[in-house]
């Protein structure tokens, strides 16, 4: 891929930030740039809200556009990323280090997300209530609404799915948008919005601004022009947004952090639960907010799944993302060594590291970011490596004797992302899938995600839905109306 500049979209135009600062885009395979993108600062955040601000408030082209017209233009965009699905994939690869197939993966996805939400806006919504007659005879009735400016922020594990699980619904719903990719990851939400420039959306619709976190999205998340602000990433940075957002009130929407449960009965089919424990923990380099990266497993059967799961993870291939290994490598040396960092602190905290647990520099991945799968067995609840989010291939493992004890271990956590029991005992699967504390739950598999059904946390991981018709409506707001069906006189004054 030739060297591209990737710069903002603001009102219709590509534009430089205001300072026309610049910074490189590394690809983490070699640590060789790739890319450079615009730099912005707070005053290009402001810019892109007012044009958002101008498109919504002003001509409101995109708002009242008939649904059917809105729904076909957003089809197109869905056709046009299919058009350039390869470029797109090969874009994700480079910059995050996915394995290629992964990368097509997330693109086809993409394309489905947004033909989903598109067809969802020509669908039924709202609702009419059979109101009591206190006030004589009324109708009660609701519509769905767009909000108005939605500040959109991506972190850069799924640079363009993240990026599209809001866009998309935002974007279909009415609203105007401004949004800000990871500055890690920009290369395929350049050509994400090539491709609205082509399709020609109104003007102002939608704009990007790409740079830190510190400034624009500080920037999207307090100011009072804004009235949504969406975010996916940490849940140290989410609990900043929130605080920044009080002060106007905005509506927020966080999908955070995790550190997830993956339960393992002795009854389980053997083979199959070390396969997706390896989905669940290895999958996108761990780099994946549901990561199963607390596997708990019944004492009886942690000898057998040990042997399998270390053997499994042994062979895990790692090397050049383009040609498809097992893993690539992390998206950066600053949390490659954090993620080596968590891999010392679970050495010294007493746990046993079964494989992996340093950098891996062998033949092509000399230069890059890549850390080999980790596993530490005789975990403790109070240790470090089991408590907090390392967002990388490191797993780790303790034991249960009762469903009980399994239970109180898997909610022992200040997250609730996800969680997934394997058992062959339906009941049982049923009983424990109650019990978690978690947004998304698994039965006999890990991280199948799809467009159609919500996508969220509990506790410290985030407040409201992305996908599904849940994640459409966290973009709208909704409006009673009430008529009078006798007009006159009512008789109280
Ligand atoms: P991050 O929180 O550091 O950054 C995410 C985004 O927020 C980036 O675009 C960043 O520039 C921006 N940002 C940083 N500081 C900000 C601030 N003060 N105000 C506004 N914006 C700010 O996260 P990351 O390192 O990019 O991603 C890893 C984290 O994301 C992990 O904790 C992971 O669990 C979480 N994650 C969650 C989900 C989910 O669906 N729940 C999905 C993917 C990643």
Redesign the pocket.
């Known amino acids: 891929m030739e060297h591209r500049h990737i710069r903002n979209f603001i009102d219709g135009e590509w534009r430089e930030s205001l300072s026309g600062d610049r910074k490189a885009v590394i690809n983490p395979a070699t640590g060789e740039e790739i890319a450079t993108h615009t730099n912005s600062a707070a005053e290009d955040a402001r810019s892109a809200i007012e044009s958002a601000r101008k498109a919504f408030d002003g001509s409101g082209e995109w708002r009242r556009m008939d649904a059917q017209k809105r729904a076909d233009i957003i089809f197109k965009i869905a056709d046009k990323i299919e058009e350039r699905a390869g470029e797109l994939a090969r874009a994700e690869c480079l910059n995050n280090g996915k394995p290629l197939r992964e990368a097509e993966a997330d693109v086809s996805d993409a394309a489905h997300c947004f033909r989903y939400y598109a067809g969802l806006i020509t669908k039924p919504h709202g609702s009419v209530y059979n109101v009591n007659e206190s006030f004589g005879k009324m109708r009660s009735f609701t519509v769905r609404e767009p909000i108005g400016v939605c500040g959109l922020?991506?972190?850069?594990?799924?640079p363009l799915l993240?990026g599209i699980w809001k866009i998309a619904p935002a974007l279909v719903a009415g609203n105007c948008i401004v949004y800000?990719?990871?500055?890690?990851t920009p290369l395929s939400s350049g050509i994400l919005f090539e491709i609205f420039d082509e399709i020609g959306l109104p003007r102002g619709t939608a704009n990007m601004v790409i740079g830190?976190?510190?400034s624009?999205?500080?920037t999207?998340?307090e100011s009072g022009d804004v009235d949504m602000v969406t975010?996916?990433?940490?849940?140290?940075?989410?609990q900043?947004?929130a605080r920044?957002a009080a002060g106007s009130l905005k509506k927020i929407g966080l999908?955070?952090?995790?550190k997830s449960p993956n339960i393992i009965f002795a009854d389980a089919d053997l083979e199959g639960a070390v396969e997706w424990a390896m989905i669940g923990i290895f999958f996108n380099q761990g780099?994946?907010?549901?990561a199963g990266s607390r596997i708990i497993i019944e004492k009886s059967l942690e000898k057998q799944f040990m042997k399998r799961f270390a053997e499994r993870a042994e062979a895990i291939t790692l090397g050049n993302p383009l040609d498809n290994p097992d893993m690539g490598p992390l998206?950066s040396e600053s949390?490659m060594n954090t993620v080596l960092k968590y891999i010392e602190i679970g050495k010294a905290e007493g746990a046993r590291c079964v494989c992996g647990g340093y950098r891996y520099t062998e033949g092509p991945c000399a230069s890059g970011f890549f850390v080999r799968p980790t596993i530490f067995d005789q975990c403790t609840p109070d240790m470090r490596i089991v408590r907090e989010?390392i967002?990388g291939p490191v797993a780790t493992v303790q034991t249960f004797e009762t469903e009980d004890e399994a239970i109180r271990i898997a909610n022992d956590s200040e997250y609730g992302?996800a969680g997934a029991v394997f058992t062959t005992d339906g009941a049982r699967a049923l009983r424990v899938v109650d019990e978690l504390r978690a947004g998304i739950t698994w039965v006999n598999c890990y991280n199948p995600c799809f467009t159609e059904a919500p996508?969220?946390?509990y506790k410290k991981?985030?407040i409201g839905r992305?996908l599904g018709v849940e994640g459409f409506e966290e973009y709208q707001e909704v409006k009673q109306v009430n008529i009078n069906l006798t007009p006159g006189p009512i008789g109280w004054y």
């Open positions: 922020i991506t972190p850069w594990n799924y993240m800000k990719p990871s500055s890690n830190p976190g510190s624009v999205g500080t999207l998340a975010f996916t990433g940490s849940t140290e940075v989410g900043d947004i920044r999908e955070l952090g995790g780099e994946v907010c549901s998206i949390h989010d967002f992302l996508w969220g946390g991981s985030g992305d």
